[in-house]
Each structure stands twice: as structure tokens, then as C-alpha cells.
């Protein structure tokens, strides 16, 4: 059997850097013939940062420069995990890539999202088909533009054997629910902030780029009343289909809610305290719309987060375990989704689920960029 190698390309909500994977299609089941990561300088991290947070006032020639460099990234990545992995361009079918959020806002009067990374240079640098702009076409067709992983944890993780739901737990975190009834439809939204709101807290107060094993959330304390105040915000109760992003669940978000208090916090109790609202916002989401869930998989690097692992397990009355646990390494979950996603665009196949992102229809995503 010839092999269908696919290259995905992942750069999530953290601004952690690029996760890069080599799988291949042929069989059954997808297989890693090699994986890469490439973190963010701080000078990349930072010039993401501030387009996000400035939004209001972005420079075009900052923009654009960004989108030229992120591709540029993106193309070293993939010349690095060809190379390392013993392969030539002509063995990759394409490459599917994600690209950099920078804005999501499905819910304006002209809706839209924004994803950087030019793959104009992609394609040109490694002589490969590479497929981007995902999000937009569902957006198009009256959908959210996200979450878009779903329909591909029900191709690899669904089974008539239990009722499962995936937890991604990235920058924001977002769950797929697969019934053990194949015929049901599938759902899934994002529950609220995953990593991003604990990753600048930490940052501002301990100059770390996240909470390692979440152990300084694990010295703090819950604070009750900080996390009602949190949890107050619509979004948690807006059904779903729904999709949010850090431009709005940001560190302006998280300060106008703190300036409203009347106590003075420790840092390490709030720090606690939103690895709580992360635990709760999304147990409180299975609870309603998967009260029959059997098994909880986790991936994103949230699932190394032990603290929120823990909050997650006493609120949750099943099983949780890692994606792991079912041959996908859940820091490869979502580059091997965008490598499924670019394999489907290839082939005219649909990529979307209209019930999960609130589409008018299935249809075909992304561009593609030839070589």
C-alpha cells in the first residue's frame, strides 16, 4: 500500500510555538512517522501579543510583516521535519496549516477570523501543496468557524463501545462529544479560557511563559467570590454552537474583573483560582450537554497540568485519561487534525460538522496553495 504522508501544522491560542507532524493516511489508522516543535523567540511571542492586544490600533506593516515571518517559520518547520524524518518534499501529498489566530469575532455583524502565516511562502519554499485558511469558509456558511477538530475526533476517537468526550486544553479549551451511537450527531464548542488566562498571570507575576505541572496554582487558594465573578460572564451560559478566543477572554478581561474587587488577592490564589474556572467551566459543559459521558480524553497542554487534572477529576464523577491512552499523544492531537483536515480539503471531502460549528452546511475548507 502506498503511503499517504501529510504534514500538519499547529500554532495554538498559548503562543507557545509550532507543532509539526509527518503522518501518514494509508492505514486504518493514522501513524506519526515524525513530529518537531519549534517554540516562539520572545520577539515572536511578543509582536503576536501585541497585535492581539492592540487590535483596536494594528499597524499594516506590522501585520504583514508578522504574516511573511510566520510563514517563513512555518517552512522551516516543515524543511526541518522532512529532513529529519529521511523524506523529500515529493513523499508529502500537502501540507495542512492551521496558521496564528490573531482574531476570532464569528459573532460580529460581519463576521470574520484572522490567521497568519502566509502560505504562499510555504508552499513556495518547501515545493509542497500547502492548504490554510480553514476557518473562513465555514464562517462563509454561517458558522462559527470553530471548533473544526470535532469532525476529526469522530473519524479517530469515536466508538460504539462507550460515549466519549475529547477535551483540547490549549490557550482556550474546546470539547468534542461523540455518543456511542454512530448515528447521533456530534457536538462541540469552546468551553472558555483553557491555558491563556493562568499563562498571563504567571508571566506577569513570575515571569514564566505557563505554570508548570500547574504547581504554583497548587500553593494558592480558592477564592470564592473572585470565581462567581468570573463565572458571571455570558458567554459560559450562551448555548452552544459558540466560539471565543484570547482577544476576548484576555488580560484586559481578567484586570476589569480584578479592579472590581474589594479584596486584594494573592497572586498565587488567583492563579488557583482561574485553574478552578477552567476545571469548572468545562465540567459544568459535560454536565449539560454530555450527562451520559463514559470516558473524558484529554490533549493540549493543559492535559500536563496537574493541578487543573486534579480539579477536573473531582468534578467529573468518570473516567479521564489522555488521548494517550488511545495511540495520539496529546500534543499531537491538533497538528494531526489539520493534517486529516488538508488530506479532506485534497480530496473534495467536507471538513466541517454544521451541528458543531452552526454552519448552514458541510462544506470544503481551506485554500489550496499549490506547489
Not at 256 to 264: P, R
Not at 308 to 318: D, F, P, V
Request: hydrophobic content about 35%; some cysteine; charged content about 15%.
Amino acid at each position: 500500500m502506498s503511503k499517504e504522508y501529510y504534514i500538519g501544522l499547529m500554532s495554538g491560542t498559548s503562543v507557545d510555538g509550532i507543532d509539526a507532524g509527518i503522518f501518514d493516511f494509508s492505514g486504518p489508522h493514522p501513524r506519526v512517522i515524525d513530529y518537531y516543535y519549534q517554540p516562539y523567540s520572545l520577539q515572536i511571542k511578543q509582536e503576536i501579543h501585541n497585535l492581539c492586544i492592540n487590535h483596536e490600533s494594528v499597524s499594516l506593516s506590522d501585520y504583514g510583516t508578522l504574516d511573511t515571518r510566520l510563514g517563513l517559520l512555518y517552512a522551516e518547520a516543515c524543511l526541518h521535519l522532512i529532513s529529519e524524518a529521511g523524506l523529500n518534499a515529493k513523499d508529502i501529498k500537502a501540507i495542512g496549516n492551521h496558521g496564528q489566530t490573531l482574531y476570532h469575532s464569528p459573532n460580529a455583524k460581519h463576521p470574520f477570523t484572522i490567521q497568519s502565516g502566509d502560505p504562499n511562502i510555504i508552499s513556495q519554499k518547501t515545493g509542497t501543496i500547502t492548504i490554510a485558511d480553514f476557518r473562513r469558509r465555514d464562517i462563509a456558511a454561517g458558522g462559527q468557524g470553530a471548533p473544526l477538530v470535532s469532525a476529526f475526533h469522530q473519524a479517530i476517537f469515536q466508538t460504539n463501545q462507550e460515549n466519549r468526550v475529547i477535551v483540547n486544553i490549549g490557550g482556550i479549551a474546546n470539547l468534542s462529544i461523540l455518543p456511542k451511537d454512530t448515528q447521533a450527531a456530534i457536538l462541540g464548542f469552546d468551553t472558555g479560557p483553557g491555558n491563556t488566562l493562568m499563562d498571563y498571570w504567571i508571566a506577569k507575576h513570575r515571569g514564566n511563559a505557563y505554570d508548570n505541572n500547574g504547581e504554583w496554582a497548587a500553593t494558592g487558594k480558592m477564592q470564592s467570590e473572585l470565581l462567581k465573578r468570573l463565572k458571571e460572564d455570558p458567554y459560559f451560559s450562551q448555548p452552544a454552537p459558540k466560539s471565543t478566543g484570547t482577544e476576548y477572554f484576555s488580560p484586559k478581561w481578567l484586570t476589569t474583573i480584578l479592579a472590581k474587587q474589594t479584596t486584594a488577592y494573592l497572586a498565587q490564589d488567583v492563579q488557583h483560582t482561574l485553574c478552578q474556572l477552567t476545571a469548572e467551566t468545562i465540567s459544568e459543559a459535560i454536565q449539560a450537554y454530555a450527562p451520559k459521558t463514559e470516558q473524558v480524553l484529554l490533549c493540549g497542554g493543559g492535559t500536563h497540568n496537574k493541578t487543573l487534572h486534579l480539579a477536573l477529576a473531582s468534578l467529573l464523577n468518570m473516567p479521564i485519561a489522555s488521548t494517550e491512552t488511545q495511540g495520539v499523544h496529546p500534543d499531537q492531537v491538533e497538528a494531526m487534525a489539520f493534517a486529516w483536515l488538508a488530506k479532506r480539503t485534497l480530496e473534495g471531502s467536507t471538513g466541517n460538522l454544521p451541528a458543531t460549528t452552526g454552519a448552514k452546511q458541510a462544506v470544503i475548507l481551506g485554500g489550496i496553495y499549490q506547489a
